[in-house]
Every structure is written in C-alpha cells, then in structure tokens.
C-alpha cells in the first residue's frame, strides 16, 4: 500500500509540474525529444516532464534596440559616425527559434551593411538632409531580410549623424555666414520698405497741403466775388430807390455843394463857382419837399 502511494504522489506531481500557465505577450517554443513539437501560445498548457523541453522563450512585444555608432563613408569620401534605432517585432517564434543564430547580433550587422550601401550612394550634403529618404530605405531592406527569421522590422530610425570635426566646423562657418546674409537681406529689406513708406508719407503730406491751399484760395475768391455781388446789388438797389424818389439831379448838385464847402474850408487860394450856384435854392426846396414826404 505505502508502494502505491508513493507511485501516486510522483505521478501527481509529475503531472502538476507539467502545467504551464503561458503570460500575455509571450510564446514558448517546445522541443520533444530534440525535435520541434509545438509552440504554446497564452494560457494553460501541458508538457510532459523529461520528454518536453522549452527551447526558448519569446516575447510578442515590438522590441526597441539602439546600436552602437557605424562608421560609413559618402560617395564624396567623407567619414561619419551613424547610430540608428530598430523597431522590430517576432512575429513566427519558431523561425525566431531555429532561423538565425543570435538574432540580435544578426540584426546589427545587416543594420550596418545596409547603411554602409545606402550612405555610399549619398553624398555629405544629400545625407545630412535625406534621413526620411535613408529610414525608408532600410526599414524596407532590413523588413524583407529578417522575414525568414520570423522577424517584422516596424520603423528604422537614424539618431545621430556625426561628421569629422573639421567639416562639422566648416559647416558651422557656412551656417554662420548664411545667417549673417539673411539678416543683412532682411536688414536692408527693412530700410528699403521704410524709406518708400517715408516718401509715401511725404508725398501724401505735400497733397493735402496742396489740396487744402487751392480749396482756401478757392473760398477766398468765391467770398471776394460774393462781396464784389453785395456791393453791386447795394449800389443798384441805393439808385433804384433815388430814381423812385427822382431825386437824381438834386442828389448830384448837393453832392457839387458838399465838395464845394470842402474846398473852401481847405487851403486852396482860387475857388471855382459852378455856373448853376444860383439853382442850389431849388435844391433846397426839392430836400425839403421830399422830406415831408417821407415823414
């Protein structure tokens, strides 16, 4: 009896030693025997102890590898130092298992070939502005080489480009002359646009003052002419009232007799009598008259 308990105990602990209980984003790779069996994906599973065998554990989640900077050199035979960013992803474990030894490494150094390929085609200017154009480029490449590895290249990206030193000086001094070009571009841009805007500024003045000394000399003269009308409407309408009143002649001899009594009492040494001083007795009797008239 105590024989066929042990036998039991061993078997059931065999049996609960072969449960495996897969986690979310991984993959075992089961070997039996030494050969492929299968391959357990999330959730509860059964490996038969000593027969079975986990050959590798791999993880589902897209994978972020930095590698260490590549020297490459331009078609213009400029030297560089490039790193680049992976993004890759497993996507067949068993490929990933059994296609390439140390896949890692594997990824680095085509990484490196391709780069080296695509940056000789390029010279130092073209590869300082062409990076979308190179991450294309061997996403694509790196994408088509790692499918028989089980592998999914996602994005590839370039870090850093670093040139020698001294083109990276040079390529200072240039940046620094451009920037200083510009701003003397815009600098004089700037004056050119202000010295229109004063001119414009000036001619506009010069207009107004124009316009407003015609408009002045132009009321000036309507007011003279106006004045001019007044005086004349004033004169016909003072003889219009005399020719009413028919005092023409008397006005005009009275008129005689005031500048008489003017020169009289002046300075002059002859006096001249106008021949009809004998009527001015008339033209008394005429004032007189049309006063009582009037009143």
Do not use: C
């Given at each position: ?90 996507t067949d ?31 130092l200017d ?70 229109i805007l ?98």
């Amino acid at each position: 009896m105590e024989f066929g308990l042990i036998i039991i105990m061993i078997i059931l602990v065999v049996l609960v030693l072969g449960i495996k209980i897969i986690p979310q984003s991984k993959a075992y790779v089961v070997e039996r025997l030494g050969s492929y069996d299968r391959t357990m994906q999330t959730g509860p599973h059964y490996k038969v102890p000593i027969i079975d065998r986990i050959a590798n554990v791999v993880t589902l989640k897209e994978i972020v590898k930095d590698f260490d900077p590549q020297p490459v050199i331009t078609k213009d035979n400029v030297t560089m130092q490039i790193d680049t960013v992976v993004y890759y992803q497993i996507t067949d474990p068993k490929l990933y298992t059994y296609g390439v030894e140390n896949p890692i490494s594997a990824i680095e150094n085509l990484t490196a070939t391709t780069l080296r390929n695509i940056i000789g085609e390029l010279e130092l200017d073209e590869t300082l502005t062409s990076r979308d154009i190179i991450n294309s480029k061997m996403r694509s490449i790196l994408d088509e080489a790692t499918d028989p590895w089980g592998i999914k290249v996602n994005r590839v990206e370039v870090k850093n480009i670093l040139p020698p030193k001294d083109i990276q000086e040079a390529m200072e001094k240039q940046m620094r002359a451009e920037r200083e070009r510009r701003e003397s571009i815009l600098k004089a841009e700037g004056e050119k646009k202000a010295a229109i805007l004063l001119a414009e500024g000036e001619k506009e003045s010069m207009i107004l003052k124009a316009d407003a000394k015609r408009e002045a000399q132009i009321r000036e003269a309507e007011g003279e002419a106006e004045a001019i009308i007044k005086i004349q409407e004033a004169t016909a309408q003072g003889l219009k009232i005399l020719k009413e009143v028919k005092l023409d002649d008397a006005v005009l001899k009275l008129k005689s007799y005031e500048a008489l009594v003017d020169v009289a009492h002046g300075n002059a040494t002859k006096i001249i009598v106008p021949s009809d001083l004998q009527n001015l007795t008339t033209i008394g009797t005429v004032l007189n008259e049309t006063i009582h008239k009037e009143k």
